[in-house]
């Protein structure tokens, strides 16, 4: 068979097959506002999120979505200490890193994640706390270890004691059967930068779509002003602050002087 008889012969081919099928489901996600400014009264607010299911027509009904919505925030390498007492007084006895791992977790669902999904799913997909990978150093290697290591549950608790953590099964709302909202709540210690929100729609216990957005949460006003001085012109902070001691020493002086 000549070339251009080939040719034809894998064109008839890949013509005959068949197109992969069209995802069955689509998001559609927005937030109330992408960007969330921190002044010195910041007492914390919330980012609301609202979702919408678009469904293929020519796809068979589905009796019901669950969504479960992961907000993660910028990564940070932390350490962790283990306390211990020696001879009557409190020392630090070990500590392990965290590597790159979110300062800031929230898990948002309409129900029980065991309700979702089996747990080789959620494992799959870093579902919840117990299946989020959080690496650690151990010696010369990185990675994670068993949920109920004591360095990972105490790591965990002391995040969620900050309120940085969390895990709510009842945080997503379905409005309808193909629209839902959720509220995401940022403290006042909420870390600034990106943070990545991760929606994914589950049906019959399967992962039907998944999208994800994002928001930044920036600081602004004097501080903002302060802290871009003292990184971009470190000299002239530093001399400022220097002449503004001076000043207030001078002025102090004068005013409590005895005659």
């Known amino acids: 068979m000549s070339p251009r008889g080939i040719a034809a012969a894998l064109a008839a081919i890949l013509l005959a097959m068949p197109c992969g099928a069209a995802a069955a489901e689509r998001l559609v996600v927005s937030l109330s506002h992408h960007r969330v400014l921190v002044t010195s009264s910041f007492a914390g607010t919330e980012v609301v999120l609202f979702g919408s ?3 293929d027509p020519a796809t068979p009904a589905r009796r019901g979505y669950d969504a479960v919505v992961t907000v993660t925030g910028p990564r940070d390498t932390e350490r962790v200490r283990r306390k211990e ?5 409190w020392v630090n006895a070990q500590a392990r890193s965290f590597i790159d791992v979110p300062s800031y977790l929230y898990v948002l669902s309409d129900r029980p994640l065991e309700a979702i999904a089996d747990n080789e799913t959620r494992r799959r ?3 919840g706390f117990d299946n989020f990978l959080l690496p650690q150093r151990i010696g010369t290697d990185i990675g994670d270890v068993v949920r ?3 360095f990972r549950v105490a790591f965990l608790d002391l995040k969620q004691e900050h309120g940085l953590y ?4 009842n945080a997503v709302t379905l409005l309808t059967p193909t629209l839902f909202r959720a509220d995401i709540p940022l403290p006042s210690n909420a870390p600034f930068g990106t943070y990545e929100v991760d929606i994914k729609l589950f049906a019959d216990g399967a992962l039907a779509a998944r999208a994800t957005t994002a928001l930044e949460v920036i600081k602004v006003g004097f501080e903002q002003l302060v802290a871009d001085t003292a990184r971009d012109h470190g000299f002239w902070y530093g001399l400022a602050l220097a002449f503004l001691a001076l000043l207030t020493g001078w002025f102090a002086s004068v005013v409590f002087s005895r005659d």
């Open 148 to 150: 109920d290591d004591p």
């Open 85 to 89: 007492r020696m001879f009557g007084v």
């Open 125 to 127: 997909l870093q579902i």
């Open 166 to 169: 969390r895990e709510a099964d």
């Open 53 to 55: 299911i678009e469904r």
